[in-house]
């Protein structure tokens, strides 16, 4: 994760997004990734965590897509229930969607660069 967390930090910095921006997108983008890894799969499996990232005019909108379970309430997780409410914070926008097929989550963020 910390390499996709890099990636994107360095695309934000090329784009012109300031210090705090890049931050910003570090620790949503950490928490979103965060989150597939936690809750995506069920417990002893794994599968894909695909992160797209673009520059958009003065913006930089990062998308993370898994093809596990969906968003679906757990009552017994081992997060601690902060992770969305930072994304949604830390972002210009935040939109969560089934992915394609029904299968699996899509979490798009948008960030202004300045």
């Not at 890099?6 to 997004?17: C, F, I, S, W």
């Not at 300031?18 to 599968?47: K, Q």
């Amino acid at each position: 994760m910390a390499a996709l967390r890099h990636a994107v930090t360095e695309l934000a910095y090329k784009a012109g997004a300031t210090p705090r921006v890049a931050g910003d997108v570090a620790l949503a983008v950490g928490e979103a990734c965060g989150n597939v890894v936690l809750h995506a799969y069920p417990p002893g499996e794994t599968g894909p965590l695909i992160l797209e990232a673009r520059v958009l005019d003065r913006e930089i909108e990062v998308i993370i897509t898994d093809m596990g379970r969906g968003m679906v309430p757990r009552p017994n997780s081992n997060g601690l229930g902060l992770g969305l409410p930072l994304m949604t914070t830390l972002a210009r926008s935040l939109a969560i969607s089934d992915g394609d097929g029904g299968r699996g989550t899509e979490v798009k963020m948008r960030f202004a660069l300045e």
